[in-house]
């Protein structure tokens, strides 16, 4: 198994350009996640999705969009990208339950996003 | 706003040494998680510890928790320079569908 991939590994964008984060997982999970990383910031959720079809706000979601068509998939997009997006992106998966195992997220190698 | 905070924010030792990190979060959980990032990697889970535990162990690792503290410890005993990461602690957000993290301890072993 894969578990959780991430597409591009690295992308410059200009500010203002447009561009989609992809990922991807394989472990037939309902609850896909993504987080931005800045340095001293920690992980910041910005969208998360609870199953396929669906998507909820995180804690930073301003000019973000998100969708799940498919289960093993979860888009991040940026429409209109600006200086202050520059960020590691990390996209993690799990499976709804209270067993330890379920509680357990899966995190992705990360997207490193430049906008200059 | 960020449910875990860790301290320290940096820690240097030497191999061999214990490395304690300590988390503190602000609202009422069912759990608490630690991860660990290498540097350019992604997260990996280390240990769960519930809310009705007290103190969970698993290998080299040590979790405590102190739910009338709100805080929790991760302690690693007989550090190695591969422990050479950043720890974060987690907890869920309000609905549980999510995890939130704490700006994470940096810890650096030298040999």
């Known amino acids: 198994n894969a578990g959780v991939t991430q597409t591009p590994k690295f992308r410059v964008l200009k500010t203002g350009q447009s561009m989609t984060l992809l990922c991807a997982q394989d472990m037939n999970h309902e609850y896909m996640y993504w987080y931005r990383q800045d340095p001293g910031m920690g992980l910041r959720l910005i969208h998360y999705?609870?199953?396929?079809?669906?998507?909820a706000k995180g804690e930073v979601p301003d000019g973000y969009n998100v969708s799940r068509l498919k289960k093993q998939n979860f888009l991040l997009g940026l429409e209109s990208a600006a200086p202050s997006q520059t960020s590691v992106y990390f996209c993690?998966?799990?499976?709804?339950?209270?067993?330890?195992?379920?509680?357990?997220?899966?995190f992705g190698p990360g997207t490193r996003l430049l906008v200059l | 706003s960020q449910q875990g905070e860790e301290d320290p924010q940096a820690l240097s030792i030497q191999e061999g040494e214990n490395a304690t990190m300590n988390c503190s979060y602000k609202?009422?959980?069912?759990?608490l998680q630690w991860y660990r990032q290498n540097s350019g990697r992604g997260l990996v889970h280390l240990i769960l510890?519930?809310?009705?535990?007290r103190e969970k162990h698993s290998g080299r690792l040590r979790v405590t928790l102190d739910t009338s503290k709100k805080s929790s410890s991760l302690l690693i005993t007989a550090s190695r320079a591969a422990d050479t990461a950043s720890y974060f602690c987690?907890?869920?957000?309000?609905?549980?569908?999510?995890?939130?993290f704490g700006k994470g301890t940096t810890l650096s072993v030298s040999s």
């Open positions: 999705s609870v199953g396929e079809g669906t998507t």
């Open positions: 609202t009422s959980i069912n759990n």
């Open positions: 993690a998966s799990r499976n709804p339950g209270l067993r330890s195992d379920q509680e357990t997220q899966y």
């Open positions: 987690a907890t869920a957000n309000q609905a549980g569908t999510a995890l939130i």
């Open positions: 510890i519930r809310s009705n535990e």
